[in-house]
Protein backbone atom coordinates (compact mmCIF):
# COMPACT_ATOMS: atom_id res chain seq x y z
CA UNK A 1 0.00 0.00 0.00
CA UNK A 2 1.06 3.64 -1.23
CA UNK A 3 0.92 6.88 1.09
CA UNK A 4 1.79 10.86 -0.01
CA UNK A 5 2.33 12.86 3.05
CA UNK A 6 0.08 15.81 3.95
CA UNK A 7 0.44 19.30 4.50
CA UNK A 8 -0.43 18.60 8.15
CA UNK A 9 0.36 17.35 11.56
CA UNK A 10 -0.52 16.07 14.91
CA UNK A 11 2.23 15.67 17.91
CA UNK A 12 2.85 13.15 20.05
CA UNK A 13 4.67 13.45 23.41
CA UNK A 14 7.02 10.61 25.49
CA UNK A 15 5.84 12.60 28.90
CA UNK A 16 3.89 9.42 30.02
CA UNK A 17 7.58 7.35 30.49
CA UNK A 18 9.55 10.23 32.03
CA UNK A 19 10.91 9.66 35.27
CA UNK A 20 11.48 13.60 35.74
CA UNK A 21 7.55 14.08 36.02
CA UNK A 22 7.24 11.60 38.34
CA UNK A 23 6.23 12.88 42.42
CA UNK A 24 5.68 10.86 45.31
CA UNK A 25 3.04 11.83 46.27
CA UNK A 26 -0.23 9.66 47.82
CA UNK A 27 -3.80 9.88 47.71
CA UNK A 28 -7.06 10.04 50.03
CA UNK A 29 -8.92 7.14 48.39
CA UNK A 30 -9.58 4.10 49.48
CA UNK A 31 -8.40 2.22 46.92
CA UNK A 32 -7.04 -1.67 46.48
CA UNK A 33 -4.29 -2.36 44.31
CA UNK A 34 -6.55 -3.87 41.78
CA UNK A 35 -8.68 -1.21 41.42
CA UNK A 36 -5.55 1.19 40.96
CA UNK A 37 -4.34 -1.42 38.38
CA UNK A 38 -7.68 -1.02 36.55
CA UNK A 39 -7.52 2.38 36.90
CA UNK A 40 -4.23 2.95 35.22
CA UNK A 41 -5.07 0.20 32.65
CA UNK A 42 -7.90 2.85 31.66
CA UNK A 43 -5.86 5.77 31.26
CA UNK A 44 -3.42 4.18 29.44
CA UNK A 45 -6.32 2.61 27.11
CA UNK A 46 -8.54 5.86 26.79
CA UNK A 47 -11.06 4.68 28.43
CA UNK A 48 -13.05 7.20 30.31
CA UNK A 49 -13.65 7.15 33.97
CA UNK A 50 -15.77 9.17 36.42
CA UNK A 51 -14.87 11.28 39.04
CA UNK A 52 -15.20 8.73 41.57
CA UNK A 53 -12.13 6.70 40.17
CA UNK A 54 -9.66 9.75 41.23
CA UNK A 55 -8.38 11.13 44.08
CA UNK A 56 -10.16 15.08 45.62
CA UNK A 57 -6.30 15.55 47.29
CA UNK A 58 -3.00 14.27 47.43
CA UNK A 59 -0.42 14.25 49.66
CA UNK A 60 3.60 14.19 49.55
CA UNK A 61 4.06 10.49 50.53
CA UNK A 62 7.46 11.39 52.43
CA UNK A 63 8.22 13.65 55.25
CA UNK A 64 11.76 13.09 54.01
CA UNK A 65 11.09 14.41 50.84
CA UNK A 66 10.68 18.26 50.07
CA UNK A 67 8.99 19.38 46.95
CA UNK A 68 9.03 23.03 46.25
CA UNK A 69 6.86 23.27 43.17
CA UNK A 70 5.81 20.60 40.62
CA UNK A 71 5.19 21.35 36.77
CA UNK A 72 2.71 21.65 35.10
CA UNK A 73 1.90 18.52 34.29
CA UNK A 74 3.07 15.23 35.97
CA UNK A 75 2.39 11.77 37.50
CA UNK A 76 2.00 11.54 41.16
CA UNK A 77 -1.27 10.49 43.46
CA UNK A 78 -2.88 7.68 41.19
CA UNK A 79 -2.65 9.48 38.01
CA UNK A 80 -2.13 12.15 36.03
CA UNK A 81 -2.27 16.09 37.26
CA UNK A 82 -2.25 19.33 35.90
CA UNK A 83 -1.95 22.77 36.72
CA UNK A 84 -4.63 24.87 36.56
CA UNK A 85 -3.04 27.18 34.04
CA UNK A 86 -2.86 23.50 31.68
CA UNK A 87 -6.40 22.81 32.45
CA UNK A 88 -7.76 26.46 31.11
CA UNK A 89 -5.77 25.74 27.50
CA UNK A 90 -7.41 22.37 27.01
CA UNK A 91 -10.99 23.49 28.21
CA UNK A 92 -11.23 25.84 24.82
CA UNK A 93 -10.76 22.41 22.77
CA UNK A 94 -12.05 18.92 22.06
CA UNK A 95 -11.58 16.83 24.91
CA UNK A 96 -14.45 14.47 24.15
CA UNK A 97 -15.01 12.36 27.22
CA UNK A 98 -11.75 13.29 28.67
CA UNK A 99 -11.97 14.48 32.12
CA UNK A 100 -10.57 17.33 34.77
CA UNK A 101 -11.28 16.80 37.78
CA UNK A 102 -10.53 19.03 40.69
CA UNK A 103 -7.54 17.49 43.40
CA UNK A 104 -5.88 19.51 45.71
CA UNK A 105 -2.24 18.94 46.82
CA UNK A 106 -0.78 19.07 50.05
CA UNK A 107 2.98 18.57 51.57
CA UNK A 108 3.69 15.61 54.04
CA UNK A 109 1.68 17.32 56.77
CA UNK A 110 -1.54 17.37 54.94
CA UNK A 111 -2.72 20.89 55.50
CA UNK A 112 -0.04 23.00 54.04
CA UNK A 113 -1.19 23.54 50.49
CA UNK A 114 0.65 24.01 47.17
CA UNK A 115 0.19 27.19 45.43
CA UNK A 116 -2.48 27.10 42.82
CA UNK A 117 -5.06 25.12 41.36
CA UNK A 118 -4.84 21.58 39.78
CA UNK A 119 -7.24 18.95 38.02
CA UNK A 120 -6.47 15.14 37.58
CA UNK A 121 -6.70 14.43 33.91
CA UNK A 122 -8.47 11.19 32.83
CA UNK A 123 -7.81 10.07 29.59
CA UNK A 124 -11.30 9.38 27.78
CA UNK A 125 -10.71 9.19 24.26
CA UNK A 126 -8.69 7.01 21.80
CA UNK A 127 -8.26 6.78 17.64
CA UNK A 128 -7.30 4.04 15.28
CA UNK A 129 -5.45 5.69 13.14
CA UNK A 130 -1.68 4.73 13.40
CA UNK A 131 0.44 3.66 10.72
CA UNK A 132 3.04 1.01 11.14
CA UNK A 133 4.34 0.53 7.43
CA UNK A 134 4.92 4.60 7.54
CA UNK A 135 6.71 4.76 11.03
CA UNK A 136 10.45 3.41 10.25
CA UNK A 137 11.75 3.75 13.83
CA UNK A 138 8.87 2.50 15.41
CA UNK A 139 9.09 -0.55 17.86
CA UNK A 140 6.96 -3.40 18.44
CA UNK A 141 6.16 -4.02 22.34
CA UNK A 142 4.11 -6.43 24.47
CA UNK A 143 5.49 -9.24 22.24
CA UNK A 144 2.89 -8.23 20.14
CA UNK A 145 2.99 -7.23 16.63
CA UNK A 146 -0.17 -4.68 17.45
CA UNK A 147 0.83 -2.64 20.06
CA UNK A 148 3.88 -0.42 18.95
CA UNK A 149 6.02 2.27 20.93
CA UNK A 150 8.43 5.29 19.86
CA UNK A 151 11.76 5.38 20.71
CA UNK A 152 13.10 7.60 23.93
CA UNK A 153 14.36 10.37 21.56
CA UNK A 154 15.19 11.56 17.91
CA UNK A 155 11.17 10.87 17.25
CA UNK A 156 10.38 13.86 14.93
CA UNK A 157 8.56 12.70 11.97
CA UNK A 158 8.96 9.04 13.19
CA UNK A 159 4.97 8.04 13.53
CA UNK A 160 2.77 8.15 10.87
CA UNK A 161 -1.05 8.74 11.41
CA UNK A 162 -3.98 8.43 8.63
CA UNK A 163 -5.52 11.56 7.77
CA UNK A 164 -8.61 10.19 9.94
CA UNK A 165 -6.77 11.43 12.70
CA UNK A 166 -7.89 15.55 11.94
CA UNK A 167 -11.26 14.27 12.65
CA UNK A 168 -12.81 14.33 16.35
CA UNK A 169 -11.18 15.35 19.70
CA UNK A 170 -7.79 17.15 19.98
CA UNK A 171 -6.01 14.78 22.80
CA UNK A 172 -6.10 11.55 22.76
CA UNK A 173 -4.55 7.49 22.84
CA UNK A 174 -4.05 5.86 19.62
CA UNK A 175 -5.14 2.43 19.90
CA UNK A 176 -1.90 0.57 18.53
CA UNK A 177 0.69 2.89 20.34
CA UNK A 178 1.73 2.10 23.84
CA UNK A 179 3.25 4.99 25.90
CA UNK A 180 2.00 7.98 24.34
CA UNK A 181 -0.25 10.78 23.83
CA UNK A 182 -1.31 12.82 21.43
CA UNK A 183 -2.05 16.20 20.84
CA UNK A 184 -3.90 18.25 17.45
CA UNK A 185 -1.69 21.55 15.84
CA UNK A 186 -3.70 23.88 17.22
CA UNK A 187 -3.44 22.39 21.01
CA UNK A 188 0.22 22.31 20.72
CA UNK A 189 0.26 25.87 19.51
CA UNK A 190 -1.90 27.27 22.58
CA UNK A 191 0.17 25.49 25.39
CA UNK A 192 3.28 26.86 23.25
CA UNK A 193 1.64 30.37 23.50
CA UNK A 194 0.99 29.90 27.29
CA UNK A 195 4.58 28.36 27.93
CA UNK A 196 3.17 24.85 28.73
CA UNK A 197 4.76 22.26 26.58
CA UNK A 198 7.69 21.88 28.42
CA UNK A 199 7.57 18.89 29.94
CA UNK A 200 5.82 17.43 27.33
CA UNK A 201 8.35 18.07 24.85
CA UNK A 202 6.30 17.26 21.79
CA UNK A 203 7.43 15.63 18.63
CA UNK A 204 5.69 15.94 15.01
CA UNK A 205 3.83 13.30 13.67
CA UNK A 206 3.26 12.73 9.81
CA UNK A 207 0.10 12.43 8.20
CA UNK A 208 -0.49 10.38 5.53
CA UNK A 209 -3.25 9.52 3.58
CA UNK A 210 -3.82 6.34 0.92
CA UNK A 211 -3.22 6.53 -2.54
CA UNK A 212 -5.54 3.79 -3.29
Known sequence: MSYRTLDARVWATNCLTD???????????????QELIETFKHLERGKPQPAERFPSEIYIASQYLEVKKVPDIFMG??????????AEVLRRF????TGLYPVKLFHH????PFEGEYFMLAFGETKDT???????????????????????SDNEDSLALSSEVLQG??????????????????LVEALKAEKLTKPLKPYRCRVVSNLH
Open 94 to 97: ELGQ
Open 77 to 86: GGGWVVSGRF
Open 19 to 33: PRLMYGFDNNLQQDD
Open 109 to 112: DRKT
Open 130 to 152: FVPEESPKIRNIFMSKDIWGPRN
Open 169 to 186: VDLWMEKKVAHVFFLSDR
